[in-house]
């Protein structure tokens, strides 16, 4: 009797993990997670590329300042970006 109830359960538990796959695997969801993690790559792509820009120049504005060169920050404009 114990061996039955332990089989049904082990069988629902299957079941229901199937079904939750099979769920998992249609295409309304399939589109939804694939925007979803474009969009957290695209977030990732643009803080990376702000976090490189800063860091070189940051570089920049170091190896003029030891090289003796005119500064940086008088030839660089924030709002243009050159």
Known sequence: MIRRFFYIAV???LAVWTMRKLQAMRPENVARRAVGRA??????????????????????????????????????????GR
């Open 11 to 13: 069988g629902v538990c």
């Open 39 to 80: 969009a957290g790559f695209a977030g990732e792509l643009v803080e990376f590329a702000g976090d490189v820009r800063a860091l070189a120049r940051d570089r920049e504005t170091e190896l003029r300042a030891r090289m003796g060169l005119e500064s940086l920050d008088r030839n660089y404009d924030v709002k243009d």
